[in-house]
Each structure stands twice: as C-alpha cells, then as structure tokens.
C-alpha cells in the first residue's frame, strides 16, 4: 500500500525555538494533505489542510501564525511549529489521501507520527 | 452535535473471543465513508476497514468486519477471534464525501481494547 513517511519521529526542544515536521508521500502523489494533533489519551484533532501550490486552511482554533504549513511539492507538506511553548507539547501525524484522479484508492494514509514535547 | 461518537472508551475481551466496538455517526450528507483505525502504543494509525454509504454488503477484511446498519446510523467494527496483539485504541472516523481526495477524516473518542489471556 501506499507509504507516508514524517520526520522527526520524535524531537525534545527548548521553549521558544521553533521545530520543523515533514510529511511525505513516498510513492504516490498527494495534492492534499491533512495535519492533526494528539494530546494524550485524546483523539485526533485536525488543525489544517495543506494543498500544495496554495495556502493551507486551517480549523477553527488553530493559529495559522504558530503552525505554518507550507505544501512545497505533490509528495511533500511541512508543519512548522514557531516559538513552541510546553502547552504544545503533543503528538503531531499527517495524513495522505491518494489522488482519486489517479486512480487512488478511499484510504487515507497516515504517516507513523511525530512526538513533540517542548521543555 | 458530535459527528462520530464512540460510547466505550473501554473494552475488554477474553483471547480468542469476538468483540463488538461501537460506532454511530451523524450527517446530512448522502455520500460519506466510515473507517475504523487501530493505534497501538507506537502511536500509529493502521487501517482497518472502509465501508462507503452506497455499498450494499458490509466490509470484511480478514478477522474485522463492519456491522453497517445505515438507518441506525451505527458502523459497528467486529473483531473475531480476538488476539494478544489486537490491544490497541480503536478509532472511528468519517469522511463526508466519497471521494478520497480533500475530504477530511472526523474522529470518534475512542476505544481502548484490552485483549486478555
């Protein structure tokens, strides 16, 4: 099946630095992209949509000046988190539907995760 | 109103036995799909199994299937033959709309399943 790769896996900064998440798709491409956050034992929240070649749409709530989303290419989406603070602390995954007008299947893809926690 | 709605946040079930985890959903939508994820402590999300509204018999896919009764709204996931390894968070999920690309995923609560010897 189709693979989304993230990196970090995991990273442990300082307040106030900011951090960087890519979300690839490896073999497929993904004109759209979704980002969502997991605070522990919670469910997953989305908080925007990447679409490459244009600006990101975010949900209600989400601070598209803290989380910058930039969809440089078909197979590559970033989360960058900007003077991270411990409140955002949590479990960062994105997620890749195939290109349904390249014959991609329903399935959405998730990547395996990126766990952030800032001190 | 929430739109997924898991009512278990947890179950337990005897190795070997089947287990039902509870799903309803609500939407004014005709088209929409609903899945079911697993997600083990590594965090992970692994598909499970898809049911799309007009589909007519409800999805299997090896030892999970989808108890699919639409006018109940309900998409049911049934685990049978229950393993050690099948321990994780179950999630439910909707996409309104069928087709995959740009429509977001909505998620239930969750189920944490604990399967035991």
């Known amino acids: 099946g189709a693979v989304v790769s993230q990196h970090p896996s995991r990273v442990i900064c300082k307040s106030g630095t900011s951090v960087k998440i890519e979300c690839r798709s490896l073999?497929?491409?993904?004109?759209?992209m979704f980002w969502y956050r997991q605070f522990p034992k919670q469910s997953l929240m989305l908080m925007a949509t990447?679409?490459?070649?244009?600006?990101?749409?975010?949900e209600q709530g989400v601070e598209k000046d803290k989380f910058l989303i930039n969809h440089a290419s078909l197979t590559l989406s970033t989360l960058t988190v900007t003077s991270a603070h411990p409140e955002d602390s949590s479990f960062y995954i994105c997620?890749?539907?195939?290109?349904?007008?390249?014959?991609?299947?329903?399935?959405?893809?998730f990547g395996p995760g990126t766990r952030l926690t800032v001190l | 109103a929430q739109k997924i709605t898991q009512t278990q946040p947890g179950m337990f079930v005897q190795e070997k036995e089947a287990v039902t985890l509870d799903c309803t959903y609500d939407?004014?939508?005709?088209?929409?799909?609903l899945f079911w994820y697993k997600q083990p402590s590594s965090g992970e999300m692994i598909f499970l199994i898809y049911?799309?509204?007009?589909?007519?018999q409800n999805a299997t896919e090896g030892r999970y299937s989808l108890n699919f009764q639409k006018a109940r709204k309900s998409a049911n996931l049934v685990i049978s033959a229950s393993q050690l390894g099948d321990s994780a968070m179950y999630f439910c999920?909707?996409?309104?709309?069928?087709?995959?690309?740009?429509?977001?995923?909505?998620f239930g609560t969750g189920t944490q399943l604990k399967v035991e010897l």
């Open positions: 997620s890749a539907p195939p290109n349904p007008l390249q014959g991609g299947a329903d399935e959405q893809f």
């Open positions: 073999d497929f491409q993904a004109t759209t």
């Open positions: 990447s679409n490459e070649g244009s600006k990101a749409t975010y």
């Open positions: 939407t004014s939508d005709p088209s929409y799909g």
């Open positions: 049911q799309g509204s007009y589909d007519q």
């Open positions: 999920a909707m996409r309104e709309g069928l087709t995959g690309g740009g429509n977001k995923l909505t």
